[in-house]
């Protein structure tokens, strides 16, 4: 299995900041990573598919950047609804894997 | 645009089979990958298999064994069965819907399995 590994595991971020979220995959995914964002009680929802690919609705402020092993989610200027946990997941091979995800708090 | 909603059973006992499904709204059923995902409460995302519109599966190895996954194309329908379930099968689970090498861009609401005696 192809291992994820998100860091930082948590982050606290004040509302206007801009944050970087990476993760980093054992061995080469090409561009197949996707980024979620999961709110306490609710599914993932898809932010970006293929490593820099904005999913229809999610606002410009998310973004995607990297290939091979190492990959960024950045968010330019954090909102209020931002605060929430964000997943890595390589779609390269199966079984699809996660990173550990990342807590972003409000400072 | 794709609509999940599951069902099943929210509460098993040691050994007994978890069944969930999983209805499709608002797409044709081919040219998707269906997939089930599920979430032990305060932890991560862990895939546990997919299939897609002619039936064709692949499942986590480390479930494999006691995963089976099924489509109902007459009705739109997939579904996820777990054999012998433990406290450790104790999770959200959630249906999926994926194209090739994309992101899941469908999710159920989820469905919350406990498992204990």
């Known amino acids: 299995d192809i291992q994820m590994t998100q860091s930082p595991s948590s982050l606290s971020a004040s509302v206007g900041d801009r944050v970087t979220i990476t993760c980093r995959a054992s061995?080469?995914?090409?561009?197949?990573l996707n980024w979620y964002q999961q709110k306490p009680g609710k599914a993932p929802n898809l932010l970006i598919y293929a490593a820099s690919s904005l999913q229809s609705g999610v606002p410009s402020r998310f973004s995607g950047s990297g290939s091979g092993t190492d990959f960024t989610l950045t968010i330019s200027s954090l909102q209020p609804e931002d605060f929430a946990t964000y997943f890595c997941q390589q779609s390269y091979s199966t079984p699809r894997t996660f990173g550990q995800g990342t807590k972003l708090e409000i400072k | 645009q794709v609509q999940l909603q599951q069902w099943g059973a929210g509460l098993l006992k040691p050994s007994e089979t978890l069944s969930l499904t999983c209805a499709v709204y608002?797409?044709?059923?081919?040219?998707?990958?269906w997939s089930w995902i599920r979430q032990p409460p305060g932890e991560g995302l862990e895939w546990i298999g997919e299939?897609?519109?002619?039936?064709?599966?692949d499942y986590n190895p480390s479930l494999k064994s006691r995963v089976t996954l099924s489509v109902d194309t007459s009705k739109n329908q997939f579904s996820l069965k777990l054999s012998s379930v433990t406290a450790a099968d104790t999770a959200v689970y959630y249906c999926?819907?994926?194209?090739?090498?994309?992101?899941?861009?469908?999710w159920g609401q989820g469905t919350l399995v406990t498992v204990s005696s």
């Open positions: 061995q080469s995914i090409s561009r197949h």
């Open positions: 299939i897609n519109d002619s039936g064709r599966t």
């Open positions: 608002g797409e044709s059923f081919s040219g998707y990958y």
């Open positions: 999926t819907s994926h194209v090739g090498h994309d992101g899941d861009s469908t």
